[in-house]
């Protein structure tokens, strides 16, 4: 379980296939703070850490994974959002993250505020009933507030830290983002007979 609220960047150092699979190997500046078999959170896709060496750690995103998610499309100097899992006597400052990626939104417009950015995105309309105005998404592991919604478009604002510390400065237009659509609203939605 995850916050989105994101630590720290790491670089894609080298991508390895296997079969269907594919690993990453990812150096940061949480590589001491690290262990084996630990939850992290990568653009928002919870991956589980299967070595730690000279400096980078590694994990592997198998078919379902890469199917829906953008980590089919890492190589080898990408940089991604990187969040350890949450503690429980800690502050919640995010709101309730799982890792697991429901889809991915397309970049389709940057808006500069002049102190601070919107980035408007298009996602799959079967996800629409997920999203609600001032609701919460996580958008390549970013604890967000959506605005501006509609059946297959939303808009988030990036404040000046955010942007800064992520890797929301780096994205254009057209590039896939990882979606996760707040985890409560997809109860809800369930109970109510509507997924």
Request: negative net charge; charged residues 20%.
């Amino acid at each position: 379980m995850f916050t989105g609220i994101i630590e720290k960047t790491g670089l894609i150092e080298e991508v390895l296939s296997n079969g269907n699979n594919r690993s990453f190997r990812v150096s940061s500046p949480l590589y001491n703070e690290l262990k084996v078999d630990q939850s992290l959170s990568h653009d928002g896709v919870c991956l589980t850490i299967e070595n730690l060496q000279n400096g980078q750690h590694q994990v592997t995103a198998i078919a379902e994974t890469l199917a829906k998610t953008n980590l089919g499309t890492w190589q080898k100097g990408t940089i991604i959002n990187l969040e350890r899992c949450m503690q429980l006597n800690g502050r919640l400052d995010g709101h309730f993250v799982q890792g697991h990626v429901d889809t991915t939104a397309e970049c389709i417009d940057i808006v500069n505020k002049n102190g601070s950015w919107e980035y408007h995105f298009r996602f799959p309309e079967k996800f629409a009933k997920l999203v609600i105005e001032k609701g919460s998404i996580t958008v390549n592991g970013i604890s967000l507030t959506l605005f501006n919604i509609s059946n297959s478009a939303f808009t988030v604002a990036i404040v000046p830290y955010t942007y800064e510390h992520t890797n929301m400065k780096w994205l254009a237009k057209g590039d896939l983002v990882n979606i996760e659509f707040d985890m409560i609203g997809k109860y809800v939605n369930r109970i109510q007979g509507l997924t």
